[in-house]
T-cell receptor, first 115, second 112 residues
Framework: NAGVTQTPKFQVLKTGQSMTLQCAQD?????MYWYRQDPGMGLRLIYY???????DKGEVPNGYNVSRLNKREFSLRLESAAPSQTSVYFC??????????????FGNGTRLTVT | TQLLEQSPQFLSIQEGENLTVYCNSS?????LQWYRQEPGEGPVLLVT?????EVKKLKRLTFQFGDARKDSSLHITAAQPGDTGLYLC????????????FGGGTRVLVKP
């Protein structure tokens, strides 16, 4: 099984450009998440989708939008990239929603640089 | 200030030595998870601790959940270079609506 697949692996954007990060999981999980990881800050939740058809803001949602396209796919869009959005982005999925001890399964990340 | 504070932030030891990583909070957690992340990859779950005072062992790794369910520790015995990585604790505090929160991570380097 591929697990959680993220594309692209690397991306460089200029300030103001837009892009969409793609994520797909093949484990039939109900919940999906987008995190960003910055040095010394751990992982911070941007948005999550507890189930198909629902999305909710996490800790740091400003400047991002998401779409839960179907049960497998959850995309993250940056409408107008800013240097503060330079980070490594991780998509994750879990069988159950957060708080139910359900482990998160992560993709290998997208390293984004905004100049 | 993060809800989950990990210490130390960085640890460099020689192969064969022991190490302990701490995860502390002022909040009560229903459970805590520990993940390990290697360069260029996403975090991978090591263990989930659920009961206050619980101790779980995974080969040379020992995980403990505090009696009050506010803290946890990870102890590695006779560390090996393969233990090198970023260790992250994560928990869903009741005070935050059970949304999973990660600590800042402890970067461990085991030198041969």
């Amino acid at each position: 099984n591929a697990g959680v697949t993220q594309t692209p692996k690397f991306q460089v954007l200029k300030t103001g450009q837009s892009m969409t990060l793609q994520c797909a999981q093949d484990m039939n999980h109900n919940s999906m998440y987008w995190y960003r990881q910055d040095p010394g800050m751990g992982l911070r939740l941007i948005y999550y989708s507890a189930s198909e058809g629902t999305t909710d803001k996490g800790e740091v949602p400003n400047g991002y939008n998401v779409s839960r396209l179907n049960k497998r796919e959850f995309s993250l869009r940056l409408e107008s990239a800013a240097p503060s959005q330079t980070s490594v982005y991780f998509c994750a999925s879990s069988e159950l929603r957060q708080g139910n001890n359900s482990p998160l399964h992560f993709g290998n990340g997208t390293r984004l640089t905004v100049t | 200030t993060q809800l989950l504070e990990q210490s130390p932030q960085f640890l460099s030891i020689q192969e064969g030595e022991n190490l302990t990583v701490y995860c502390n909070s002022s909040s009560v957690f229903s459970s805590l998870q520990w993940y390990r992340q290697e360069p260029g990859e996403g975090p991978v779950l090591l263990v989930t601790v659920v009961t206050g005072g619980e101790v779980k062992k995974l080969k040379r790794l020992t995980f403990q959940f505090g009696d009050a369910r506010k803290d946890s520790s990870l102890h590695i015995t006779a560390a090996q270079p393969g233990d090198t990585g970023l260790y992250l604790c994560a928990g869903a505090p009741k005070a935050a609506g059970n949304k999973l929160t990660f600590g800042g991570g402890t970067r461990v380097l085991v030198k041969p």
